[in-house]
């Protein structure tokens, strides 16, 4: 199964990670500095939360843009939600232009993938699989 991922900003990937960081920093100094144990029990819990989201996108794949296909169908992937899966007998349409690849399925329904960030090798074995054809 051909994919290619595409290079995201080390900010978009560890986001939760950083305001996991941060949620812990607060809720620390409450407890620390203010003696107010209640607010921050609630932003460690907060804390915790946004660790538990940055873990289970991490173990789950969700930590990557991506596109995958094989003969039944095409994958994509974005960054904290489940990849998306179209087989190619529902896809009405895929076309790729300069800066997007467009799968079309069904009446309102269809995801567009952005290829910026994408390397030049990336595109050409996008071009060579999805370029020509109007129906997959």
Request: hydrophobic fraction near 45%.
């Amino acid at each position: 199964m051909p994919k290619v991922v595409k290079k995201i900003s080390v900010w978009r990937k560890h986001h939760n990670l950083f305001f996991s960081f941060l949620w812990f920093a607060v809720g620390l100094s409450y407890i620390l500095v203010s003696d107010k144990l209640v607010f921050g029990i609630i932003y460690i819990l907060l804390a915790g939360s946004y660790l538990f989201l940055h873990l289970s996108n991490k173990t789950k794949g969700r930590d990557q843009e991506f596109v995958s296909w094989d003969e039944e169908g095409i994958k994509i992937g974005k960054v904290g939600v489940k990849p998306l899966e179209y087989s190619f007998t529902d896809i009405q349409n895929i076309s790729l232009t300069a800066n997007n690849l467009i799968v079309k399925s069904g009446a309102a329904a269809g995801t567009m993938v952005e290829l910026k960030g994408f390397t030049s090798e990336d595109l050409d074995l996008l071009k060579s699989r999805f370029a020509s054809e109007a129906v997959a």
